[in-house]
T-cell receptor
Framework: DTEVTQTPKHLVMGMTNKKSLKCEQH?????MYWYKQKAKKPPELMFV???????INESVPSRFSPECPNSSLLNLHLHALQPEDSALYLC??????????FGPGTRLTVT | QKEVEQDPGPLSVPEGAIVSLNCTYS??????FMWYRQYSRKGPELLMY????GNKEDGRFTAQVDKSSKYISLFIRDSQPSDSATYLC????????????????FGQGTILTVHP
C-alpha cells in the first residue's frame, strides 16, 4: 500500500484565520514533505522532515508552520495567510532519499 | 536556464498511439529519475522510478534514461483516454546528506490528451 492521506480535501479561510492541514502515512517512511502547487505549475518544495526533524525549509514565510508529531503524521499550521497563498498543498513521503509518494492534496482558498 | 526542461505541450494523440514524453537536464549530479502522472486537481501519482541508464518497463510504460546525453523519456504504448493527464518528470541528486537531501527538481509538466 502506497497511500498518503490528507485532510481536509478543501479549505476556505479568511486572512485572519488559523487552520491546519494534516497528512498521514503508514508505509514506515521516515521522510515527509510539504509542497505547494499553483495551477499549471510543478510542485514547489516547502519543507522536509527526516526522522521527525526539520531538515529543509525552502525559505517559506513564517505564516506557514510545519510540525511532525510522530513518524506517521505531518501537520502544516496556517496563520494570517494572503490570497496569493491559495494553491494545492501536497504532502509526500519516502524512505530516506528514495522515491516520493504524494497524497491527493488539500485545495486551499484564502479570501 | 532551468535545470530541467520539459515541453509543456499540449500533446494530443489518437487512442492506441505510442506517446513519447521527454525531459532534458543540465546538472550531471542528478542520478535518480521519476515520472509522475497528475490528473486535474489531484496529487501526482508515481509511475516510474529509475537510477541507471537504459530502459525500465512496467506494463504499457517504458522509462528510458541516457545519462551521457542528460535525456530521459517516458513511452506509453497503446494509449488510452484514461492516460489523459499532465506528466511530470522529476529528478534527484545522489546521496542523502546536505541541502540536496530528498529534494526533487521537476520539469514543467506535459499536458497529454488521448482522444477516442
Amino acid at each position: 500500500d502506497t497511500e498518503v492521506t490528507q485532510t481536509p480535501k478543501h479549505l476556505v479561510m479568511g486572512m485572519t484565520n488559523k487552520k491546519s492541514l494534516k497528512c498521514e502515512q503508514h508505509m514506515g517512511h521516515r521522510a515527509m514533505y510539504w509542497y505547494k502547487q499553483k495551477a499549471k505549475k510543478p510542485p514547489e518544495l516547502m519543507f522536509v522532515y527526516s526522522y521527525e526533524k526539520l531538515s529543509i525549509n525552502e525559505s517559506v514565510p513564517s505564516r506557514f508552520s510545519p510540525e511532525c508529531p510522530n513518524s506517521s503524521l505531518l501537520n502544516l499550521h496556517l496563520h494570517a495567510l494572503q490570497p496569493e497563498d491559495s494553491a494545492l498543498y501536497l504532502c509526500a513521503s519516502s524512505q530516506v532519499a528514495s522515491e516520493q509518494y504524494f497524497g491527493p492534496g488539500t485545495r486551499l482558498t484564502v479570501t | 536556464q532551468k535545470e530541467v526542461e520539459q515541453d509543456p505541450g499540449p500533446l494530443s494523440v489518437p487512442e492506441g498511439a505510442i506517446v513519447s514524453l521527454n525531459c532534458t537536464y543540465s546538472n550531471s549530479a542528478f542520478q535518480y529519475f521519476m515520472w509522475y502522472r497528475q490528473y486535474s486537481r489531484k496529487g501526482p501519482e508515481l509511475l516510474m522510478y529509475t537510477y541507471s541508464s537504459g530502459n525500465k518497463e512496467d506494463g504499457r510504460f517504458t522509462a528510458q534514461v541516457d545519462k551521457s546525453s542528460k535525456y530521459i523519456s517516458l513511452f506509453i504504448r497503446d494509449s488510452q483516454p484514461s492516460d489523459s493527464a499532465t506528466y511530470l518528470c522529476a529528478m534527484r541528486r545522489l546521496g542523502a546528506g546536505g541541502t540536496s537531501y530528498g529534494k526533487l527538481t521537476f520539469g514543467q509538466g506535459t499536458i497529454l490528451t488521448v482522444h477516442p
